[in-house]
């Protein structure tokens, strides 16, 4: 299975380290796994969901409504 780091998937996604790792807090973006370096891991399926969240927030939804769309 393919995995990314925070690094990679947020240099792939255009944003910063930063902004997944936020993502992950406020659980919108949990991570795969992590691994015992304490680094988080994605895969497809979060790569897709970080896609949606991206796309939500450029159309002017603030991170709670997207919470709420994405859980529904």
């Known amino acids: 299975m393919v995995e990314w780091t925070v690094q990679q ?10 902004t997944v790792r936020h993502y992950h807090q406020i659980g919108l973006l949990a991570p795969d796994r992590v691994g015992a370096n304490g680094y988080r891991y994605y895969g497809p399926a979060a790569v897709a969901r970080l896609q ?3 796309l939500l927030r450029e159309a002017g939804m603030a991170l709670s409504e997207i919470a709420t769309v994405l859980a529904a």
């Open 9 to 18: 998937l947020a240099e792939r996604a255009g944003i910063s380290g930063r």
């Open 52 to 54: 949606r969240i991206l």
